[in-house]
């Protein structure tokens, strides 16, 4: 059937992806044999940024004892897994310093706001 020129088969896959669009934007999931959306579990952010503090951390953690053992004399260890391991840590600690400098630059703007 066409209306305006237009099938509408086609109309009803544009409304269809715009559901879907809508949908994915609220953080919910169509649930197509439902018919109802059901929501996703959402990501605090706190616990994001816990997260990744934990994740730096435990490279920093992996890293360091990784150079203990090579001071040790330990040969399983190569020099260039230290130094690898090193770098990842020093690169995600000041991506983690730059996140931070941005969320106080965010706070800082937000504070000087007029209301």
Known sequence: MSIGGIDKSRIDAMVAQLRAAAAKMENVTPNPIAGNASPTPKLDFADALKSSLEQ???AQSASQALGKRFAMGDDSVNMSDMM???Q???ISFQATVQVRNKLISAYQDIMNMQI
């Open 56 to 58: 730096v951390s435990a």
């Open 84 to 86: 690898i391991s090193m």
């Open 88 to 90: 990842k840590a020093s």
